[in-house]
């Protein structure tokens, strides 16, 4: 049996075999097929939360999703994230004829197999994302949700044998890899924390043979921390939202109403040009970002009429609406959800699946509502200073 890409540990009389696999490569499922018969362990320890487990056992999850209910609890912008992420995995496992996953879809087998225990071990990825979120200013939030989309439209192939570096990435800082030598914060939630929690996990496996399968890049870090007792539920934790991003959400509304309020007295010509102004570059900012997703005219004129609105209270948004709007008129079908892990494979399929034009409605016009506030709250103030 080949020992490239394992690393055996003997810790408190128990062995862990580490495997490092890439997420994409036909030769780390066939070594985990082949480790696992070998060994006989009593666990198998997979890169998987409960929600991705689910996923790959379960390919028919997209058919239970309510789409109106990821709008109104706000999920629309994660839901995207995650399908581009798909996509991206999806595209570098069809260029060389393989499942995307197949190294944990295989670890899952063998462990069913050899009667050994099955042990998700990767902490729940919507922790992961929402501490990501948390270490990043408005600039990288920006730049992440960009670098993200912007892997859809990527249509580079990749040789063998960069698919092997690959083994030092996993899938989401492969997508992010130029990202986070831009901003090296990303690297501790996405890398270091899962380090911990995974070492834990994997520790605290039953029996005294433990085979734990792992994208490369955590397998470093799982050798140095799984020789110390982690804090689970402080790796759990939810970040604590910053008052800042809500006062000034509030106090930028505020100022704008205080300001064209004061011109409507000063001057009515001049506030009444600051409040068209406003409603403008809101609306047809927001309305661009439907009619680019390829919005019905209805969601298209509701993001330009609730933008303007929506822009004045941080609770709301016009891409909530507009998302909305489009699913009233064009309601996906079952057929919409059961192509839709196919369909993010092509940036053709991404706009033309009911599902994600919808994701792209809510997220395009929310982002060009936010590029109105900044050009239409400069316009409010020039006006104002014009009519001191």
Known sequence: ??????????????????????????????????VIEAEQPDSVCVELDEQRYKSIIDGSKWKEMDIIQVIKEKKASLLLMNLAISSFQNRMADQFGIKAGQEMIQGI????????????????????????????????????????????FSKDTITE??????????????????????????????????????????????????????GAA????IKEEIK???????????????????????SIPFMIIAIIAYTFIANPSAGFSQTLSWIL???????????????????ILTAFVAAPITSLNPLLASGWFAGLAQAYVRRPSVHDFETLTDDVFTVKGFWRNKVTRILLIVVLSNIGSSIGTFIGGADVIRVFFENL
């Open 109 to 152: 087998e063998s462990a069913k197999e050899t009667g050994a225990k099955l042990v998700l071990a990767d902490r729940n990825i919507q922790i992961t994302f929402a501490r990501i979120w948390g270490n990043l200013g408005l600039k990288g939030k920006s730049l992440l949700l960009s670098q993200v989309i912007a892997s859809i």
């Open 228 to 250: 110390r007792e982690q804090d689970m539920a402080k790796l759990t934790e939810r970040p604590p939202k910053s008052k800042i991003p809500k006062i000034i959400g509030w």
């Open 281 to 299: 570059w809101h609306g047809s900012l927001s309305a661009l970002g439907a009619a680019v997703a390829l919005g019905h005219p209805l969601a």
């Open 161 to 214: 044998e960069e698919l092997e570096k690959m083994k030092n990435q996993d899938t989401i800082n492969a997508i992010l890899n130029e990202f986070t030598e831009s901003f090296p914060r990303l690297k501790k939630p996405l890398i270091d924390e899962r380090d911990q929690y995974l070492a834990q996990k994997i520790k605290d496996a039953p029996g005294k043979k433990i085979v734990a399968v792992l």
């Open 218 to 221: 955590h397998v470093p870090g």
């Open 1 to 34: 049996m080949s020992e490239e890409n394992i690393t055996r540990i003997h810790l408190d009389g128990k062995e862990y075999i580490l495997i490092g696999t890439a997420h994409v490569s036909k030769h780390s499922a066939e070594q985990v097929k082949e």
